[in-house]
C-alpha cells in the first residue's frame, strides 16, 4: 500500500507559479513512477508530467505544458514536485498524484484545486 498527500494548489493570476507537491508513505520502494494528473470540470482526467522513481530519472511531459511545467523528485523526502510556471486559466482543474508500482498497482491521492483567474 502506498499512502499519498498532495499540496500546493490555490488561486493564482495568469502568468504566475505554483509548485505541487506529493508525499508518498508506506510501500515506497516498490514506486516505479509517479506522474501528475488534471482533471478540468467535465473534462476527463489526463496526464500532465510523469517521472520515473527507480535509478534513471526520465521525464515526459504533455504536450500543452512543455515548456512551463517542470516535474522532479526529492527522494530523500519520499517527495515528487509540479513546479508549474507562466500558468493559463487552461490550467484550472484538480490535479492528482498517481504512482504506479513495480507490482503494476496504481495509487491516487485525493487531488489538490488550481485555479488561474485574474
Known amino acids: 500500500q502506498v499512502q499519498l498527500v498532495e499540496s500546493g494548489g490555490g488561486l493564482v493570476q495568469p502568468g504566475g507559479s505554483l509548485r505541487l507537491s506529493c508525499a508518498a508513505s508506506?510501500?515506497?520502494?516498490?514506486?516505479?513512477?509517479t506522474g501528475w494528473y488534471r482533471q478540468a470540470a467535465g473534462k476527463q482526467r489526463d496526464l500532465v508530467a510523469r517521472i520515473t522513481t527507480i535509478g534513471i530519472t526520465i521525464r515526459d511531459y504533455a504536450d500543452s505544458v512543455k515548456g512551463r511545467f517542470t516535474i522532479s523528485r526529492d527522494n530523500a523526502k519520499n517527495t515528487v514536485y509540479l513546479q508549474m510556471n507562466r500558468l493559463r486559466p487552461e490550467d484550472t482543474a484538480v490535479y492528482y498524484c498517481?504512482?504506479?508500482?513495480?507490482?503494476?498497482?496504481?495509487?491516487w491521492g485525493q487531488g489538490t484545486q488550481v485555479t488561474v483567474s485574474s
Open positions: 508506506g510501500s515506497i520502494f516498490s514506486i516505479r513512477t
Open positions: 498517481k504512482v504506479v508500482t513495480t507490482y503494476d498497482s496504481e495509487y
